[in-house]
């Protein structure tokens, strides 16, 4: 993957105009592929299986979702892609670069200590897209990569949130707790949101936040079930406040 392809990460005013528009917005699935599409928790190389990617097929159809990569092997977006689309999925499914997938750690950590001390008047592009494009180094059999995952996604949601997802009828207040460092909050979270995340770590969504609500957990000796499938699909067409699923995570 070439270097170029993150050199610059937009704000949600610089998307192209053929992006979503209010009438056209879709739900977002959170996808990570360990524990998800596969049944292995360290995996050396990406992995899929095909049971797996047919139920992760019928979330899609069934609910027009488009994906973000989660995944530590995010960075091999275009090769993700192009084995969804050999089983079926659309490649329209899964959000292009940079959009379609979430940062790494220090990327993370970095944009929300500015988003926290500018509160939000200033987003910081640049510390948005540091750390993303090398995996030299680093190993899927360390747990610190997986630690910051629910701030990723709150990161992605801050940042393309609205565009992707739409402004809602009404803000999410939360419990008024930090999700990270600083004095970060989901005030910015419209409960109308519509999105699910998929994992096998609990890392994924913290308790008493939106994300949370929105929260799919595998087991990851199981992999992707259909039970987990009917529980996203239930809560990306109708939300977690009029989805049948409860305790989601439990």
Known sequence: MNKEQYSTIPSPSDLPSDQPTSSQHRPILFLDIDGVL???KHAPQ???ESIFLSRLKRILQTTNARVVLTTFWRHFHEYITYVLHRHGIDADCVLPLPYGVTRGKQSTKN???HYSSRQGSELEINDYNEGVNS??????EDEGEYSSRAEEI???LRMYG???LGKGDSINQGDGQSVCDGDATFDFHPITWK???LDDRPSAAKPDTPLFDRFVLTQTKCGLTDEDAEKAIDLLLHGPNNCSHKQLTK
Not at 135 to 140: F, Q
């Open 38 to 40: 596969n049944t292995t």
């Open 46 to 48: 990406i992995h899929f």
């Open 111 to 113: 944009f929300l200590r």
């Open 135 to 140: 995996m030299i180094g680093r190993s899927a």
């Open 154 to 156: 709150e990161a992605w």
């Open 162 to 164: 609205e565009k992707f």
């Open 195 to 197: 999105y699910v995340i």
